[in-house]
């Protein structure tokens, strides 16, 4: 009995573990592009994997002229973000279609991630879902 109760944990525990994980593939909110997060020592970083506008899309609004003819694919948008309790923050956030980087935080609210980029007191929050 012990055994089955034990291994009955073990299961919660992995499920609820894995439902907090923000590791992998993910579609932006307006689903032209998908995130792949991915894990670098102690930081959370995303680059972008799929662009709806085909892989040869450009970084035309880079605020650094000499970033305006490199490829989008590959770029990271998401960096040095720490896991604190239930969220990961103290990153940053690139926004090709503006050229602006924001601080960023993220959590899962169920299957879902919430994407906060903040300016000040501003802030604005995204809702990816995984690529299955």
């Known amino acids: 009995m012990r055994k089955i109760f034990a291994l009955m944990m073990l299961v919660l525990f ?3 573990a894995n439902a907090q994980n923000i590791l992998g593939k993910w579609k932006t909110e307006k689903g032209d592009a998908n995130v792949e997060i ?6 959370v970083n995303g680059k972008i994997i799929w662009l709806e506008k085909g ?4 970084d035309t609004h880079n605020p650094d002229a000499k970033l305006r003819e490199r490829k989008l694919m ?3 948008i ?4 720490t896991k604190k ?6 990153g940053k956030i690139y926004d090709p279609k503006s050229g602006k980087t924001y601080k960023c935080s993220m959590w899962m609210e169920g299957d879902k991630l919430k994407v ?5 007191i501003f802030h604005d929050t995204q809702t990816w879902k995984r690529v299955k």
């Open 74 to 76: 590959g770029v990271n």
């Open 116 to 120: 906060r980029g903040h300016l000040g």
């Open 38 to 43: 991915y894990q670098q020592g102690e930081k």
């Open 14 to 16: 992995s499920v609820a």
């Open 85 to 90: 309790g239930d969220k990961w923050e103290g």
């Open 55 to 58: 892989p040869d899309t450009k």
């Open 78 to 81: 998401l960096s040095d973000l």
